[in-house]
């Protein structure tokens, strides 16, 4: 399958070599603005480079396409390649608002495309372990599910031409940019443990936050760096969310989910907690499994200090889906999950209200 990149960043670099370890996947051009970037990456991984997303889908022709722009500037890339009737996946979040997510789903619903989105951590092997338990009823009637994300980012990350920290670009700060996984990866395991909702309905039924700047120039960064807030689950469990990229020098996020029959806790990518009320003959091999420390910071303060493995396995499953004809079970409905719940609480910030998370159509 012929693949292409739209938009050539640090995170395209990471999309490159995840597409090269999928068998049968060729990459075959990529395209940003700039040609001193373009050339050098077209060099660096043997494709053409096109300034223009237009030219290079009608040149190319590529089977797919990913998109790696920055977030605020993922729809233009998505309906370039629908309106080409290219399948299209989408590096997180989907979009920076839920109406421009909506315009995407939309359109490629008309279309026939389709669209995935990127969330590695749900490929993550000790995340889909914390799922299954989820969704077999292993943690009783849930309690409590919690994502805490306390990590760094220097001043130059949000330096000048920079897209980063911008609310044009990126939408948000710590809660949309860096914390989106914890909380995808947390309304997907708690939404595992309510299997009567539908599928576009979210798992979170409202939110109460706080976000603040304090550890960056307030005047040069338009969005939050700390972020705090509680969530009220449809199923009456409780949640909490810490996003931040003011806690120098940065510490692993920590995941933890439980109830009354038992709780797992995750700190990156090793599983510190692993205890139920009705222990499995698999248990122990579990935490034999994902008990070691973890080998990586996880972006605790290098965002591209991440295994680019969960990629591969997104990717993956994905171009399985083109392949068999059938939806990408991580589409663009699912995409929109975590937007929302981060939409809910920036508009509780901003009002000093709860606020409803928005489902899907």
């Known amino acids: 399958m012929r693949a292409a990149i739209i938009g050539i960043g640090a995170i395209a670099r990471l999309h490159a070599r995840a597409l090269a370890d999928i068998p049968g996947v060729a990459l075959v051009a990529a395209c940003c603005r700039t040609e001193e970037k373009g050339r050098a990456f077209a060099a660096?991984?043997?494709?053409?480079?096109?300034?223009?997303?237009?030219?290079?889908?009608?040149?190319?022709?590529?089977?797919?396409?990913t998109v790696a722009t920055p977030s605020g500037a993922h729809l233009d890339a998505a309906l370039a390649a629908i309106r080409k009737g290219v399948p299209v996946i989408c590096e997180k979040p989907l979009e920076i608002t839920l109406k421009r997510i909506d315009r995407m789903i939309t359109a490629a619903?008309?279309?026939?495309?389709?669209?995935?989105?990127?969330?590695?951590?749900?490929?993550?092997?000790?995340?889909?372990?914390?799922h299954a338990a989820a969704a077999a009823g292993r943690f009783g009637q849930l309690a409590v599910a919690a994502s805490y994300v306390p990590w760094w980012r220097d001043d130059a990350y949000y330096g000048p031409g920079r897209w980063q920290g911008t609310k044009a670009l990126d939408g948000g700060g710590a809660l949309m940019n860096q914390s989106i996984h914890g909380v995808d990866a947390l309304q997907w395991i708690a939404g595992a443990t309510m299997p009567d909702l539908a599928?576009?309905?979210n798992p979170v039924e409202s939110v109460v936050a706080f976000t603040a700047v304090r550890a960056h120039?307030?005047?040069?960064?338009?969005?939050?760096?700390?972020?705090?807030?509680?969530?009220?689950?449809?199923?009456?469990?409780?949640?909490?969310?810490?996003?931040?990229?003011?806690l120098f020098p940065g510490s692993l996020r920590r995941?933890?989910?439980?109830?009354?029959?038992?709780t797992a806790e995750i700190l990156e990518e090793q599983l510190v907690r692993w205890r139920f009320?009705?222990?499995?003959?698999?248990?122990?091999?579990?935490?034999?499994?994902?008990?070691?420390?973890?080998?990586?910071?996880?972006?605790?303060?290098?965002?591209?200090?991440?295994?680019?493995?969960?990629?591969?396995?997104?990717?993956?499953?994905?171009?399985?889906?083109?392949?068999?004809?059938?939806?990408?079970?991580?589409?663009?409905?699912?995409?929109?999950?975590?937007?929302?719940?981060?939409?809910?609480?920036?508009?509780?910030?901003?009002?000093?209200?709860?606020?409803?998370?928005?489902?899907?159509?």
Not at 46 to 61: I, N, P, Q, S, V
Not at 277 to 298: I, L, M, Q, V
Not at 320 to 343: F, T, W, Y
């Open 255 to 262: 995941l933890l989910v439980g109830g009354r029959d038992g």
């Open 44 to 65: 660096e991984f043997g494709c053409a480079w096109h300034g223009d997303a237009a030219a290079m889908l009608r040149k190319e022709k590529p089977d797919f396409v």
């Open 199 to 201: 599928p576009a309905e």
């Open 277 to 361: 009320r009705a222990e499995s003959a698999a248990d122990e091999a579990t935490r034999a499994e994902f008990g070691g420390a973890s080998g990586t910071s996880g972006g605790a303060a290098d965002p591209m200090a991440i295994n680019y493995a969960c990629h591969t396995r997104n990717f993956a499953e994905f171009l399985a889906a083109i392949r068999a004809g059938q939806k990408p079970p991580l589409d663009g409905l699912e995409g929109r999950k975590a937007v929302a719940i981060v939409e809910a609480c920036y508009k509780s910030a901003r009002t000093g209200k709860a606020a409803r998370v928005e489902d899907g159509r």
């Open 109 to 130: 619903a008309k279309a026939g495309v389709p669209l995935g989105a990127i969330f590695p951590q749900r490929f993550n092997p000790v995340i889909q372990t914390v």
């Open 217 to 246: 120039d307030p005047a040069r960064l338009e969005v939050e760096d700390s972020c705090v807030a509680v969530l009220r689950f449809k199923n009456g469990a409780l949640g909490q969310l810490l996003a931040a990229t003011s």
